[in-house]
């Protein structure tokens, strides 16, 4: 079992900047693919990027060219380098890993960080 714990979120102007950090505890991170995930208030969660153990990254295209996510194995951390921030991406941010894959993937999740950018 991976636990997860989110932190890096506040409040922050248009056009600025955040990283989110996306700590595991567990001897086996580096041997998952890790996720960044997003609600909004009233919307569905939605996908904001993914990270395999290999280092080959998805993004949602709302982010791409602003936001990049990392890990670093020996940390057992993970990362979303938030840029160019707006106010659309205003949400709770969530981090997971994909602890079994296969036709229902079972994943564990973090508490969530709440990130708020204002116009």
């Known amino acids: 079992q991976v636990q997860l714990v989110e932190s890096g979120g506040g409040l922050v102007q248009a056009g600025g900047s955040l990283r989110l950090s996306c700590a595991a505890s567990g001897s086996t991170f580096s041997s998952k693919t890790i996720g960044w995930y997003r609600q909004a208030p009233g919307k569905q969660r939605e996908l904001v990027a993914t990270i395999t153990r290999g280092a080959n990254t998805n993004y949602a295209d709302s982010v791409k060219g602003r936001f990049t996510i990392s890990r670093d194995n020996a940390k057992n951390t993970g990362y979303l380098q938030m840029n160019s921030l707006k106010p659309e991406d205003t949400a709770v941010y969530y981090c997971?890993?994909?602890?079994?894959?296969?036709?229902?993937?079972?994943?564990?999740w973090g508490q969530g960080t709440q990130v708020t950018v204002s116009s």
């Open positions: 997971n890993a994909l602890l079994l894959g296969g036709n229902t993937p079972l994943y564990s």
